[in-house]
Structure formats: C-alpha cells, structure tokens
C-alpha cells in the first residue's frame, strides 16, 4: 500500500472514530432551559442553555486521537496478530 493510500485510510478511520467520540460527548454537561426554569418563548424547553460545544470537540477530539493510537497500536501488534489468526 502507498504513502497516499494509507494517509487517507488513517484519516477516513479517524473522522469515523471523531463523529462517534463526539456523539458519545455531546449530552455530558448539558442543562435543559426547562431545568433552570428560564424557557425563551419560541423556543424548546429542552434547548441546552450553554452546551459547551468547543469544549465537547477538544474532547472528542483526544478521545478519538487515544483511541486511533490504540486500534493502530492493535493492529500492528505481533502478540494480538498472533492471537487472531
């Protein structure tokens, strides 16, 4: 396999793994307006009043870096090679 071909299955593997870590992130931390009590007219009451949201994508984004250097540490290991064949 070239150069090319393997940068751009590393990066395809990865933004699989980013948009899953984001998803998993995403409800952590969030408070609905209909909790706090302030609902804005026009709105949903479960709306998040502050979601946080740079913060869910600097951790999506380490989550997904850990766990990219794991499933390549896995696949490129001779013992767990070994075991699945």
């Known amino acids: 396999m070239d150069l090319w071909t393997r940068i751009f299955t590393y990066a395809a593997v990865y933004f699989v793994i980013w948009w899953l870590c984001l998803f998993m992130v995403l409800p952590f931390g969030v408070r609905g307006q209909h909790e706090d009590g302030a609902v804005t007219d026009g ?3 479960g709306a998040p ?7 869910k994508l600097l951790a999506a984004t380490v ?8 499933a390549l540490w896995g696949l490129s290991s001779p013992w767990l090679q070994e075991y699945w064949s």
């Open 63 to 70: 989550l997904a870096a850990v766990l990219m250097v794991l």
């Open 43 to 45: 709105t949903e009451p």
């Open 49 to 55: 009043i502050k979601p946080f949201l740079w913060q």
